[in-house]
């Protein structure tokens, strides 16, 4: 297994448009979760998925961003119509099943997509 | 609610020195989980270590060691004979276990401090 992918590495867009990510986690691990990291800060919780299941959301997660695990493998996260604020790294990260010995909490990242609005 | 916090923000170095980065963790819980991650320039948050809330026994490994202490609310984080390749900006992190006593991957993370080892 190469870990966690993330796709696309870099985006540039205008204000107004739309982008999507996508994540394809570790094969095993059931769990997937989106954070972002803005400039010197560390990463903020956006929302986890169990499977298929989309079990949280963060109050920073607008109505603008959705995020789906249609099959419970790869995740996409949407952001519509853009603006500056959302200029960030976007993290992608998946953690195996309770019982693992690696711990369900223990997360491994992948290297992110970074989003510059302009 | 949670927070940590990583009182130094930037941390200078010759190589060889020791170094040891400060976490402070707030929480209500009295079952929780603390990290440590290491996101070195590339960018990828790798996992360092965890240690939960009923285990206060300090931990080594290599260079690294880490020392909890519950009455302080502290998670520090020492590296012993630092290394050029330490420079990385690192995170402590907090996770509850929620009132189902599990914990999963929602993680409060602290601001971080970057290490830069000089040679």
């Known amino acids: 297994d190469t870990g966690v992918s993330q796709d696309p590495r870099h985006k540039i867009t205008k204000r107004g448009q739309n982008v999507t990510f996508r994540c394809d986690p570790i094969s095993e691990h059931n769990r997937l979760y989106w954070y972002r990291q803005t400039l010197g800060q560390g990463p903020e919780f956006l929302t986890y998925f169990q499977n298929e299941a989309q079990l949280e959301k963060s109050r920073l997660l607008s109505d603008r961003f959705s995020a789906e695990r249609p099959k419970g493998s790869f995740s996409t996260l949407e952001i519509q119509r853009t603006e500056q604020g959302d200029s960030a790294m976007y993290l992608c990260?998946?953690?195996?099943?309770?019982?693992?010995?690696?711990?369900?909490?223990?997360?491994?990242f992948g290297a992110g997509s970074r989003l510059t609005v302009l | 609610a949670q927070k940590v916090t990583q009182a130094q923000t930037e941390i200078s170095v010759v190589e060889k020195e020791d170094v040891t980065l400060d976490c402070v963790y707030e929480t209500r819980d009295t079952t929780y989980y603390l990290f440590w991650y290491k996101q070195p320039p590339s960018g990828e948050l790798v996992f360092l270590i965890r240690r939960n809330s009923f285990d206060e026994q300090n931990e080594i490994s290599g260079r690294y060691s880490w020392n909890f202490q519950k009455s302080t609310s502290s998670f520090n984080f020492t590296i012993t004979a630092s290394q050029v390749v330490d420079s990385a900006v690192y995170f402590c992190a907090l996770s509850e276990a929620g009132a189902g006593g599990t914990s999963y991957g929602k993680l409060t993370f602290g601001q971080g401090t970057i290490l830069t080892v000089h040679p």
């Open positions: 990260a998946s953690s195996p099943p309770r019982g693992k010995a690696s711990g369900a909490n223990v997360l491994t």
